[in-house]
T-cell receptor, first 117, second 111 residues
Framework: AQKITQTQPGMFVQEKEAVTLDCTYD???????LFWYKQPSSGEMIFLIY??????QNATEGRYSLNFQKARKSANLVISASQLGDSAMYFC??????????????FGQGTILTVHP | KAGVTQTPRYLIKTRGQQVTLSCSPI?????VSWYQQTPGQGLQFLFE???????NKGNFPGRFSGRQFSNSRSEMNVSTLELGDSALYLC??????????FGPGTRLTVL
């Protein structure tokens, strides 16, 4: 069964510093996608970045990059130059692309990031 | 392009009642998925609809049901509400098996 683990319930970072949020996953499907979402206190889930299991390079989107280590089954999110507006809950999620896992994202428990001025 | 919209945003019901939540996907998206988010259980997959057909279903009782219309808009219904159904219900749309984009959610409180 697919599983996502986020071991950091909370993280603190100083404004303008970089921070890494950890995510490990488990799946038997060789074809899968990994996602990171941000959820501010308003509740809406905001898509940040995507990494496919067959992608050779780590994904980057502006200040967000994904440190993908396939052999270790980890997909850590790196936020560079943190801003106060980055304070939110962050979720790692996985979608198996084979079989019948249509439309199903499996989420980790989330990490609350607090950015200090 | 307009994002995913969900109505209503907030809802208060009493035990035993039923509720219908609505989701309008991003224009052109054919897949709509629903999730329940609670502090105790986190984010859990309810079901996914594609071209009016339910393709996948999570581990929820039959009180939770949904449907999708020909314009890809989707509704989910919860009958005989229980206190434990209080949650944030999130809808997400995608074109196919790609990135899901979420709506703002419907916060349901059952008294």
């Amino acid at each position: 069964a697919q599983k996502i683990t986020q071991t950091q319930p909370g993280m603190f970072v100083q404004e303008k510093e970089a921070v890494t949020l950890d995510c490990t996953y488990d799946t038997s499907d060789p074809s899968y996608g990994l996602f990171w979402y941000k959820q501010p206190s308003s509740g809406e889930m905001i898509f940040l970045i995507y990494q496919g299991s067959y992608d050779q390079q780590n994904a980057t989107e502006g200040r967000y990059s994904l440190n993908f280590q396939k052999a270790r089954k980890s997909a850590n999110l790196v936020i560079s130059a943190s801003q106060l507006g980055d304070s939110a809950m962050y979720f790692c999620a996985m979608r198996e692309l084979g079989g019948t896992s249509y439309g199903k994202l499996t989420f980790g428990q989330g990490t609350i990031l607090t950015v200090h001025p | 392009k307009a994002g995913v919209t969900q109505t209503p945003r907030y809802l208060i019901k009493t035990r035993g009642q039923q509720v219908t939540l609505s989701c309008s996907p991003i224009s052109g998206h054919r897949s709509v998925s629903w999730y329940q988010q609670t502090p105790g259980q986190g984010l859990q997959f309810l079901f996914e609809y594609f071209s009016e057909t339910q393709r996948n279903k999570g581990n929820f009782p039959g009180r939770f049901s949904g449907r999708q219309f020909s314009n890809s808009r989707s509704e989910m219904n919860v009958s005989t509400l229980e206190l434990g159904d209080s949650a944030l219900y999130l809808c997400a749309s995608s074109w196919e098996a790609d990135t899901q984009y979420f709506g703002p959610g419907t916060r349901l409180t059952v008294l």
